[in-house]
């Protein structure tokens, strides 16, 4: 089945994925919520470890599953789907972390394709915040920016980066890249 239907946003953390895919899919547009964030909320409450400042390794891990699974979800749809990250999200965040990447996770990445136009969303400094579940440093958040960029760019994928831009002109540029009226 093809994946050109699953299009990605990614980026660094703070830099507006996350509000723009809530605004996409208040548009009617169907989206997939960030993995990541989720684990961080599962962990939380329970005190668990897999936390991108606990145990980086196991938080991969559950990403992984995560990322995959929406990706099977997504793809199932058959109709478009803008996804809050991608599978290649897991391996930028093992790089950022300086961990290797498992020989499964870069298998994963090749299997779990997307639409090759995958949208950036650039380091934003105006409006990164930190919050309960973000609680990187802002030079993290840019460094992670640039090795998501490179990351989807050894995967195959052409970047398109998002306007920085209040949410609705983000939408409205989004919307017209899929071929959608604003």
Request: aromatic content about 6%.
């Amino acid at each position: 089945m093809p994946t050109d239907h699953l299009h990605v946003v990614t980026g660094g953390p703070g830099s507006g994925k996350s509000t723009l895919i809530d605004a996409l899919a208040a548009a009617g547009v169907a989206t997939s919520a960030e993995v990541g964030r989720r684990v961080i909320r599962e962990q939380l409450p329970t005190g668990g470890t897999a936390l991108p400042w606990g145990d980086e390794r196991a938080f991969a891990d559950l990403m992984l599953v995560g990322e995959v699974a929406a990706h099977a979800a997504a793809r199932a749809r058959g109709t478009p789907v803008v996804l809050d990250r991608g599978v290649p999200d897991v391996i930028g965040f093992l790089r950022v972390s300086d961990l290797p990447v498992p020989p499964a996770v870069d298998a994963a990445a090749r299997a779990c394709r997307y639409n090759r136009r995958v949208f950036l969303a650039p380091f934003w400094a105006e409006i990164y915040a930190h919050d309960p579940e973000r609680r990187q440093h802002a030079a993290v958040a840019a460094r992670t920016e640039a090795v998501m960029r490179a990351t989807y760019a050894d995967y195959g994928y052409t970047l398109v980066e998002l306007p920085r831009a209040p949410v609705a002109a983000r939408v409205a540029f989004v919307r017209a890249q899929l071929g959608e009226p604003a």
